[in-house]
């Protein structure tokens, strides 16, 4: 249901970053009120809070549960020490007659007090929810509007150490948040038991995505004004849905925060929403939220319930090199190194001179990404690259390169080698299926295989040190059955800047199974003075297809590799979201696929097929969800041409298709928001019908 946020000019912020600055664009009012707000919290502030893992359903039960398990599963101690009450702690009737506050008697019997103490026994700190709006019932659950003293004084009287103020109440009411958010920011810091209390505000009201606001209301203008009054701000809508995280919506959060970094200071940080590990998205994916937010500055808050996260998961949160990486004294926010795209470069300044960089990966294929220790505002012949996730210390004489998964990340800490050479540093690349048969396959596509099928895979192994390294060697498996025949004869060295490539064949057996598999190379060399050395890189996934399609279908009933629906999940002869027949225009069908906006259907068909027709159109059921929105574009795509393109389709006008389809081996149906984000789309594959 969101849009993809446009980003800032990578010329621009290349040249801020080499030069040593950041250029300052906030308006005068901005910079002049900064003074105001007082450093609480130097370093970005660490915690966890209730919203996603939990939602309203907590107690004084639940929250002594969670505070003894930050303390016993170590993440106290790795600095996440704020527990933090979201929406749902208050009554039904939240305030008194006398007008002040109160809590949920039948989830908090004793009241808020014991239990804010209880946390401090622990040697943690407690957060609480409100919203800057009047309480309007039916429209937001809890409100301060003309109660901001009272609600501060009250806060600080019953021991909070942070206070999250929401927008939900002050959007319904049409209040003016730089307005609001001043007051109650002046109201926090005169609270009368002159309680230090970090402020979170939190605007995250978006256009389109909540309907059409003004900018001055939206989150996105929240950088001009809340670095003065607060100690952190959302700079977008929330980062997904409570258990539903999506990889795309965290890249997305992350994009928007990125705007402005030239705000971010000691003590105030852009705060991208909340760390949803476990909730929606892949160990992997999860790996790239944490180091993203870890190069932002942003608060690091836990959102997933943290009893019951895996060992894998309390590991990567409380990793002390990506955590130093976060609290960096200099409170500098990453900026972009070159150009936005499906691979990126990050960096981070840190306060000693070295350089925080990440290799980005946004595409659903791994792929080996480089840039150079100048581009990152670095001189000199010799740089030391520490793994802040691995911990391998190597050097480099300029190159900084890694073989980042699919939604993956590399983060390095690069600064200036001194004394005795390191380990070079070598990047073995992730193995690269260059043609299925006789059919080459494009550089970054995740590859289809299917039973039978014969592979041609290449590794290329890269020295970027100064010294060689001897007796490179490199073997290579796949999946069960799979024969694997080397065609390369190994160098006796790789000089440093030099690389190799390693040729290999791989067979499937013709019952491959369908699902997901994995290449899997292991690469051995030896580094001089530091023996023999082994890295292990994966192309996962490769995609085993299921058979294709046989006869006259409906495309809808046979097994498709992969769907995507930009909210929800695609369902079958529904329109999306489920419940209701595909319609289009008061025509009702009865197969079709029925996703949202951004979407991508693949099926694999072998060369088997020699048509798809069908219709495309935003289903009638928009018409019950408002006005706003619903248009899309449709492309029908064959092994990476496109086939069929919809244009603009919107609601009163569905578009058929008729397409060719000889020799193509995978299918894609895509869907885009047609530019004014996925606000109310419901887009429909009508009766898609293949001739195989």
């Known amino acids: 249901m969101k849009r993809l946020c446009a980003r800032f000019s990578a010329g621009v912020i290349a040249a801020a970053l080499v030069a040593g600055a950041f250029a300052t664009t906030a308006t005068t009012t901005a910079v002049a009120a900064q003074a105001t707000a007082p450093v609480l919290s130097p370093t970005p502030y660490q915690g966890w809070n209730t919203y996603y893992g939990l939602g309203g359903d907590f107690t004084e039960d639940t929250i002594k549960s969670v ?3 930050l303390v016993s599963r170590g993440l ?15 009554a039904d009737q939240s305030r008194s007659a006398a007008g002040d506050l109160v809590a949920n008697p039948a989830k908090f019997p004793n009241g808020l007090k014991p239990l804010v103490d209880y946390i401090h026994s622990k040697g943690l700190k407690a957060g609480i929810y409100t919203d800057a709006g009047p309480y309007i019932p039916g429209k937001c659950g809890l409100g301060s509007g003309g109660y901001y003293q009272r609600d501060a004084d009250q806060f600080a009287a019953w021991g909070f150490d942070a206070v999250k103020v929401d927008y939900l109440c002050g959007i319904a009411a049409d209040l003016d948040p730089k307005t609001v958010f001043t007051e109650f920011a002046q109201a926090l810091r005169n609270n009368a038991s002159h309680r230090p209390m970090i402020f979170n505000l939190c605007n995250p009201v978006t256009s389109p995505d909540w309907g059409n606001y003004p900018e001055s209301q939206q989150s996105i203008n929240s950088w ?3 670095p003065g009054i607060a100690q952190s701000w959302r700079t977008y809508t929330d980062v997904g849905f409570q258990g539903d995280i999506k990889f795309k919506d965290v890249l997305r959060n992350y994009d928007a925060n990125a705007r402005h970094p030239e705000v971010v200071k000691p003590g105030a940080f852009s705060d991208p929403d909340y760390l949803a590990p476990e909730l929606g998205m892949s160990d992997e994916e999860f790996r790239s939220q944490l180091t993203l937010w870890a190069v932002a500055a942003a608060p690091l808050v836990v959102g997933s319930d943290v009893r019951k996260l895996s060992a894998t998961t309390i590991s990567m949160l409380t990793d002390p090199d990506v955590l130093a990486i976060n609290q960096d004294k200099a409170a500098v926010q990453a900026v972009r ?5 499906t691979t990126e470069t990050w960096v981070k300044r840190l306060a000693d001179g070295s350089r925080a960089v990440v290799l980005l990966n946004r595409g659903d294929s791994a792929r080996t990404l480089t840039t150079t220790a100048q581009a990152v505002g670095l001189s000199g012949a010799r740089f030391t690259l520490k793994n ?4 391998k210390v190597t050097e480099s004489a300029g190159t900084i390169s890694a073989a980042v998964p699919a939604h993956g990340t590399a983060l390095f800490r690069v600064s200036s080698a001194v004394g005795v050479p390191g380990a070079s540093h070598v990047t073995a690349g992730i193995p690269q299926v260059t043609k299925v048969g006789t059919d080459v396959q494009p550089e970054g596509a995740a590859p ?21 390294v001897l007796k490179p060697a490199v073997t290579l498996a796949g999946g069960t059955g799979w024969t694997v025949k080397s065609l390369t004869t190994a160098p006796v060295l790789i000089a440093g800047g030099k690389q190799a490539t390693f040729g290999f064949t791989v067979k499937l057996p013709a019952n491959a199974a369908p699902g997901t598999a994995s290449l899997t190379a292991t690469t051995s060399y030896e580094a001089v003075g530091y023996g023999v050395q082994r890295l292990t890189t994966s192309l996962s996934p490769v995609v085993v297809a299921p058979v294709p399609p046989d006869g006259t279908v409906p495309l809808s009933h046979h097994q498709w590799i992969t769907a995507t629906s930009g909210w929800m999940s695609p369902t079958i002869d529904e329109s999306v979201g489920g419940g209701n027949p595909i319609k289009l225009t008061g025509t009702t069908y009865s197969t079709g696929i029925g996703v949202a906006s951004p979407s991508l259907v693949r099926y694999y068909l072998g060369k088997a097929c020699t048509r798809l027709s069908g219709t495309v159109g935003i ?7 408002g006005p706003d929105g619903g248009t899309s574009t449709f492309q029908v795509v064959g092994d990476g041409k496109v086939l069929f393109d919809s244009g603009v389709v919107d609601r009163f006008t569905p578009k058929p298709f008729d397409v060719d389809l000889t020799n193509v081996r995978v299918l894609d149906l895509v869907v885009g928001d047609a530019g004014d984000g996925g606000y109310n789309d419901r887009a429909d594959w009508a009766a898609p019908t293949a001739t195989c």
């Open 388 to 391: 802040a996730w691995t911990n």
């Open 67 to 69: 505070a003894d398990s």
């Open 448 to 468: 289809v295989v299917a039973g039978g099928d014969e592979l041609t895979v290449q590794v290329a192994v890269r020295n970027d040190g100064l010294l060689p």
């Open 76 to 90: 106290a101690k790795a600095g996440y020490d704020i527990v933090w009450l979201d929406g749902g702690w208050q």
């Open 337 to 341: 190194v070159g150009a936005a795209g």
């Open 224 to 226: 001009s004004y809340a």
């Open 619 to 625: 289903d009638d059921v928009v018409g019950n969800v």
